[in-house]
Structures are given as C-alpha cells and as structure tokens.
C-alpha cells in the first residue's frame, strides 16, 4: 500500500508560478510511474505529465514548455514545476503512482490540491 499526499496548490496570477511536491510512503517508490493530473469543474480528469522509473518524461501538449516534472527518490517526492500559469490550468491537481508486478497493478492517488489561477 502507497500513500501519497501533495502539497504546494494555491492561488497565483496569470504568468506566476507554482511547485506541486507529492510525497510517498509506504511502498517502494523507485519502482513506480509516478503522474499528475488535474480535473477542472465539469471535465475529465486529465493526465498533464507523467515520468517512469528511469526518468522518462511525458506532457501533455498544453503544459510542454510550462510544466517539469521531476522526482528524487532520497526524498520519494514526486514534483511538479509550473511555470506561466494559465487560467484554463486552474483544476484539481491529483498525484499518480502505478507498477505492473505481472499479472498485478498497484494503482494509488492522493486527495488531490487546488490550483487556482485568477487575476
């Protein structure tokens, strides 16, 4: 079992910055997918940037030149650098982490950190 509890949401102005950290615990992080998603009012929750176990990196094409992803697994945190903030980036931001273990897949979320983006 992996718990994962993130932290760093708030309100920013356009243009401004935010970084969303995600620690783990609990399980072995180094083995996870670690992802954030967000989920604006009355849309899909969306995958914004995903990294593997051997850092590779995935954005979706809305965030890629704004947002990093990142994780050190002395700290087992995931992060999440967002930079020139949009209003349409305001949602619910969610921290992923899964691993395929055969047959099995571990699937976990955090409880999610607002984003607000407003002038």
């Known amino acids: 079992q992996m718990q994962l509890v993130e932290s760093g949401g708030g309100l920013v102005q356009p243009g401004g910055s935010l970084r969303l950290s995600c620690a783990a615990s609990g399980s072995i992080f180094r083995l996870y997918a670690m992802g954030w998603y967000r989920q604006a009012p009355g849309k899909q929750r969306e995958l914004v940037a995903s990294?593997?176990?051997?850092?590779?990196?995935n954005y979706v094409d809305s965030v890629k030149g704004r947002f990093t992803i990142s994780r050190d697994s002395a700290k087992n945190t995931v992060y999440l650098q967002m930079n020139s903030l949009k209003p349409e980036d305001t949602a619910v931001y969610y921290c992923n982490a899964v691993r395929k273990a055969g047959i099995e897949e571990y699937d976990y979320w955090g409880q999610g950190t607002q984003v607000t983006v407003s002038s």
């Open positions: 990294i593997t176990p051997g850092r590779n990196k």
